[in-house]
């Protein structure tokens, strides 16, 4: 039986218009300047990587998180563009929440992985790279063309020195056929239980990983959903800074597609920060599935979220409530 486990691998600081600022201008490089100099509206989001336990095929990781030094060395490890965008104070990784000791407690340890799928190569998915010694990295072949591209000309879309941890690299290219409305897939295990979707948009090649399960499927969504509330893009949309925007919305109009045509699909967001990842989803995948009575909790919870259109309810729009400190991280409500 295949088991999908959540990690939580720390937590990074945004400004809320990073995730929720599409629709109100955090586009272009507009988009870059505000990311930049928006210090007043930070909000707190978790890290979120996802196990997977194939009887056949072993342990497959899909994101890797970040590492101890990118987080409590920040100014050394990063050089050049990097270390200005970003804070000192950007990541938040204790010793319990490192990936070693986070699979430790699954009863897995880190050197037994044997593949990592990146969903994308930006920083907060593959610095815990440098924790797998014996893993293939596994990303899309857009994604390993577009490594070297630059974003208005300076920005690197990857920092080579977190890719640098990948030993074994293997690009893929979509060579399964179509599946379900997905023109084109790929099956990462033999059986097709396990199956990569391109979901271009929030990077040139990102990509997302579709699960069988026993009597439900759960697709592994990276960015491209950063929460669940973000498959509602004509409410909610993040910000978007390169020329494929328009592909990351038609994405989600993909996997929203994908789950009406699959009524037991489940949605595992890379960093949703609200009660459907912390009282819903992570209490049922910390055991490696969902049962029924979870899984039907979760469809209730949705309810509360989306219309009958797949709308939010106005209840649900997320709105940044100020934090009382100095620093300026407030939070999201609903």
């Known amino acids: 039986m295949i088991k999908v486990f959540s990690v939580r691998l720390g937590s990074t600081k945004v400004p809320f218009g990073q995730f929720y600022g599409g629709l109100d201008g955090w586009r272009g490089m507009q988009a870059v300047y505000r990311f930049a100099t928006d210090k007043k509206h930070f909000i707190i989001v978790p890290i979120h990587a996802y196990l997977i336990d194939h009887p056949e095929e072993g342990l497959i990781l899909v994101d890797a998180g970040i590492n101890w030094q990118q987080t409590h060395e920040h100014g050394d490890y990063y050089r050049g563009i990097a270390h200005y965008l970003f804070d000192e104070d950007e990541y938040q990784l204790s010793r319990e929440e490192e990936l070693p000791a986070a699979l430790a407690r699954l009863g897995y340890r880190a050197e037994d992985v044997r593949k990592v799928v990146a969903t994308h190569l930006h920083e907060d998915h593959i610095g815990g790279l440098s924790y797998l010694p014996n893993a293939e990295l ?40 179509a599946h379900q409305n997905f023109a084109a897939s ?22 997302c990983v579709l699960v069988q399960l026993d009597g439900y499927q759960l697709l592994i969504t990276g960015d491209t959903l950063y929460t669940l509330r973000h498959l509602a893009n004509d409410d909610v949309q993040a910000f978007g800074a390169g020329d494929w925007v328009p592909n990351q919305n038609a994405s989600i109009r993909q996997i929203a597609e994908l789950r009406r045509r699959i009524p037991e699909l489940i949605l595992a967001p ?28 979760i469809r209730a919870y949705e309810e509360t979220v989306f219309t009958a259109g ?25």
């Open 186 to 207: 790929h099956d990462l295990t033999a059986d097709g239980t396990v199956k990569v979707l391109p979901t271009p948009g929030h990077t040139p090649g990102h990509l």
């Open 270 to 297: 890379g960093h949703d920060h609200s009660d459907y990842q912390f009282k819903h989803l992570a209490p049922g995948l910390a055991k490696g599935g969902l049962t029924p009575e979870e899984r039907a909790a």
């Open 138 to 177: 596994v990303i899309s072949k857009d994604e390993w063309t577009n490594r070297h591209w630059k974003l208005f000309g300076f920005l690197p879309m990857v920092y080579q020195p977190s890719l640098e941890a990948a030993r074994k690299i293997t690009t893929i290219d979509y060579d399964a056929g």
């Open 310 to 334: 797949g709308r939010l309810h106005p209840e649900a729009v997320p709105r940044y409530l100020p934090g009382t400190g100095a620093d300026h991280v407030g939070r999201v409500s609903g």
